[in-house]
């Protein structure tokens, strides 16, 4: 509740809603239209809990009549009972304490599930319902999306970014669904990250008039848009066309993005975790990068950079032709070194003199400047990302809020002879003092292809590097060729006993009737 009062936003959270102050009643048909909804949440969560009731340790669940009062006194409260009201906050409380205990005791510390909110959350009693329902499960930490899709997570009165609110239904201008998920989260003893796209801005930002020149492009002219529509795939595999990637080296896009992180920070969540630090994932062949014409470095702003890399003119104009055509020949050699006599050879960052260049033939320096072109090239792409990421986390460390990052295992990969994965996720390159959130999400119908990617990750970390898994299912069942999420944990817990956090993705994944309710439905 303090933080609320610190950023000047209209308190309208449980004390306020269940204590009876300035009570709203909500109307008949609006209440019962939540009690059905919330029961409707109640079936699943009460047939799921009951088969791991005897098993409360380590996944700290609530039992099924917990469950049952919880949400019957939240149903009672909102139709305006207010003793219910008050039964209802000192027991979401209790839930709170009980599962800080439990969490101590268990091995696994932390368990957090990603959480995407809709406009119809606005409604009475909806979040409250939500974050009920993740401390349920056993959930003390809760990932909620503060910016994907092209659309953010803040009141449309307050929203001064390029992106459209989440909610933009009339008369609800002013709510902070954010700030409200944040104070509802931690009355229950829930820690409530904030987690955001990076270099995706979404299909609304390719809308505005002038992004045509913020956006990433590659070689063969093509923005994210019209490669993802032939190619793109997300986190779990599915194809996927409203993915827009932006340049990183673009100063607007930059800007745009750290206003953003600011404003985001302002509400002061728990954490902040950052998500697409890469470019598009291509399908089959356009998965690897094997070519420059494959690498994201054709906007404007990018190609200025790149160029800007060479430390002579001689260096400026070999980087040149080597973008326009992919490759360069002994004539580009011959020819560089006639215009440019004075600079003796070419050179650009992390390029050494080579004190046997003016002995050798056009023929004979050509391979060896092509390889180092195409790995300038690979190293000026990565290094936007990076520089990129840490600009976007800047906000956030230094108002003292612990920052993340979000990536896959295998995105670091070398390819063939030469090749990348097409993503040029380099992770083992991020800041260690990052917390590392690996998406761990490989298809094997077992869970030891999960622990290999895991096992990756805790091999290629520095030392003192917090690494939390993400893992894709639900529980009690195995889904899309993934075991259950127990099954995933154990076997991560017995191959790496040094995790003791782990995140689930996601609570549609376990509610997914109630996530398309929420998602279909309209606010009045």
């Known amino acids: 509740m303090t933080v609320l009062r610190q950023i000047g936003l209209r308190q309208i959270g449980l004390r306020q809603l269940l204590a009876g102050v300035r009570w709203r009643r909500v109307s008949r048909g609006m209440s019962n239209i939540l009690a059905a909804a919330l029961l409707t949440g109640s079936q699943w969560a009460l047939a799921d809990v009951r088969g791991a009731e005897a098993q409360i340790q380590p996944y700290c669940n609530l039992s099924a009549e917990d469950i049952s009062q919880k949400q019957t006194l939240l149903i009672a409260a909102l139709q305006g009972d207010r003793n219910a009201g008050n039964r209802y906050r000192n027991l979401i409380e209790q839930h709170g304490d009980r599962l800080r205990r439990c969490r101590r005791e268990s091995w696994l510390k932390n368990q957090a599930v990603w959480l995407r909110l809709y406009p119809c959350d606005a409604r009475p009693g909806a979040i409250d319902y939500l974050m009920d329902q993740i401390v349920n499960r056993g959930y003390n930490q809760v990932y909620v999306e503060v910016f994907g899709g092209g659309q953010v997570l803040l009141p449309r009165a307050e929203n001064n970014t390029p992106w459209p609110s989440v909610v933009r239904t009339p ?86 993005f750290y206003n953003l992180v600011q404003a985001i920070a302002r509400r002061r969540p728990d954490g902040m975790l950052f998500d697409y630090i ?113 600009a ?24 063939g002879t030469g090749g990348y994965d097409s993503r040029l996720q380099f992770w083992d390159r991020f800041p260690s003092n990052l917390e590392w959130h690996p998406m761990s999400y490989a298809t094997c119908g077992r869970a030891d292809c999960i622990v290999r990617q895991v096992q990756r990750v805790l091999a290629g970390a520095p030392a003192g590097t917090r690494v939390i898994p993400v893992l894709a299912g639900t529980w009690g069942r195995s889904v899309s060729n993934r075991p259950p999420l127990e099954t995933q944990m154990q076997a991560i817990r017995q191959a790496a006993p040094q995790i003791n956090a782990i995140s689930h993705f996601a609570l549609s994944w376990q509610d997914p009737e109630g996530d398309r309710t929420r998602k279909l439905c309209r606010l009045p």
């Not at 299909?203 to 993802?228: D, K």
């Not at 066309?241 to 607007?252: A, G, K, M, T």
């Not at 190609?303 to 032709?321: C, E, M, T, Y």
């Not at 490759?327 to 050699?333: A, G, L, M, P």
């Open 171 to 256: 008369g609800f201008e002013n709510r902070d669904l954010l700030a409200e998920a944040i104070a509802k989260g931690r009355e229950r003893g829930l820690k409530v990250y904030a987690w955001m796209f990076s270099l995706n801005f979404g299909h609304t930002y390719a809308q505005r008039p002038g992004a045509e020149q913020i956006l990433a492009r590659n070689g063969r002219g093509q923005t994210s848009m019209a490669f993802n529509g032939a190619t793109g795939i997300n986190s779990l595999g599915e194809v996927v066309s409203e993915e827009v990637f932006i340049d990183p080296y673009h100063p607007q896009a930059k800007l745009e």
């Open 392 to 415: 976007g986390t800047t906000p956030a460390q230094q108002a003292g809020i612990p920052a993340g990052v979000v990536f896959f295992p295998e995105g670091n990969q070398t390819i």
């Open 278 to 390: 890469r470019y598009p994932k291509g399908n089959g062949n356009a998965s690897v990068a094997g070519r420059v014409q494959d690498l994201w470095v054709y906007s404007p702003a990018s190609q200025q950079a790149l160029l800007q890399r060479a430390l002579n003119p001689s260096g400026q104009d070999l980087i040149r032709r080597f973008l326009q055509r992919g490759y360069v020949t002994s004539q580009d050699i011959q020819d560089i070194a006639t215009a440019h006599p004075l600079d003796g050879q070419p050179l650009w960052q992390g390029r050494s003199p080579d004190p046997l260049y003016a002995s050798l033939t056009p023929d004979q320096v050509r391979p060896s400047l092509q390889t180092e072109l195409w790995q300038l090239s690979v190293a000026h792409a990565f290094q936007g990302v990076l520089d990129f990421l840490t």
